[in-house]
């Protein structure tokens, strides 16, 4: 075993040699001069579990040398308002050193209205910015050059309507769309299940995830075509083995969807990517990222013959948990954040987002949203945790958690295999009331104060002074109104009309609608507008009523 272990160890190296990621710095320290080596090896049966870093089954990590090469990306969620006002906070957050954009959109967007729509009206601008057209996405990016910066999009039904947006954008800007680099949600099955900001049934909504996975191959090849998200499950109530179990059910549903389109696996998969949630239980947070990894590598070989390690290779952002947040006592979730990040680290996340103290109460002040960052910086620079990787890995406890969460997920995914696989499971309302009833008995052991929740069913105290809050100007929608109203008067109206009909005629055909959408944005054609000529072509989903 020894022998193995050794010629492994050789053969991590030279990936290491390979990867052209040197470390960060020459010697890695405690406080107290303690040498740290990159990893540790335990005795015993080794390699085909745990492997080493940034080898099969990643358990130990997607890459060789993970944060002693190359820290994760510190991106913090932000939008509000309108395209000016999140480019400030944007301009700010860089200036306190994010390493990389994340874009709220509001609903309207995310369900493909413009802000001028009826059903808009009280809307705009309050959970993200509003972006309707091409113009406030040159606003919300100006003076940040896409070619410098990753930008994330948390945007799913209208997601590559968003990336066309972005790819007009960066053309506008001089920049090659090869070198681009970012990614969008664009995890429409998630939304069927917990989520709700869907639009169109699942086939041609499968269709669009698709388009873009063969248009980036393409075009934007350093693009993340897609980031399957057990986040929003997490939030709705299910357990750290269904976040896993659902979230890589929906991965296979995506990569069976992109082989049948006409792709290889090994064209599109090294570009796809995973969000998970950094919840309460440290321990068995850490235990779930691990084995996500090593299940993911495993079914991606078991089932689709993957050959490219980058196919195999799960990576993930990871965001502390909103639903932990509370209203009472709100300086108390400063203390939640720093240890559900914490988990994301020791798990081995590439990037994170910290929540704000006061996102409980509205949108993340200027000096929350700091606080948040400066979490993330204080364990990357003072905690030492990112300088030896996997630091839990062989823990006896975080190595039979592992074992268990992996197995309990195969559980769940040999069920939705049987239902059909997970569109049938979504239709079926199998995954949802699994949510629903985890939810339930977690909400009944608060309630019986089994599960201790400080500030709200256990050491409660009478509030401080209220904190500020972060308040959207009222007259932002009638800003955006009048905005789109000048736009829709200036445009080349024959031009607008010439390509939503091509839009039409190509949504009831077979073409990549990708340059569809750019040609029509670059003629000033909105989000509304393309979604619209979309909801006349495929219809709306109308989901099951009861399960």
Known sequence: MRKDLTKAKQSWEDEVARSGRPERREHFETDSGLRLEPFYLPDGNYLEDQGFPGQLPFTRGAQPTMYRGRLWTMRQYAGYADAAETNRRFQFL??????????????????????????????????????SCLEDMETLFRGIPLDQVSTSMTINAPAAILLAMYIAVARRQGIDPAVLRGTIQNDILKEYVARGTYIFPPEPAMRLITDVFQYCRETVPLWNTISVSGYHMREAGCTAVQEIAFTLANGIAYVEAAIQSGLEVDQFAP????????????????AKFRAARRLWARLMIERFGALDPRSIRLRFHAQTAGSTLTAQQPENNVVRVALQALAAVLGGAQSLHTNSMDEALGLPTERAARTALRTQQILAHEMGVADTIDPLGGSFLIEHLTDEIEAGAREHIAKIDELGGALAAVDSGYMQSEIQEAAYQAQMRMESEETVVVGVNAYRSADPAPMEILNVDAAIESTQREHLSKLRKARDAGRVEDQLKRLKRAAEGTDNLMPIFIDCLEADVTLGEICGRLRAAWGEHVPVESF
């Open 94 to 131: 860089l200036d306190q050193g994010q390493s990389g954009l994340s874009v709220a959109f509001d609903l309207p967007t995310q369900i493909g209205y413009d802000a001028d729509d009826p059903i808009a009206e009280g809307e705009v601008g309050k959970v993200g910015v509003s972006i």
């Open 271 to 286: 570009r796809l990517t995973f969000f998970f949630n950094a919840h309460n239980d440290l321990l068995e947070e850490v």
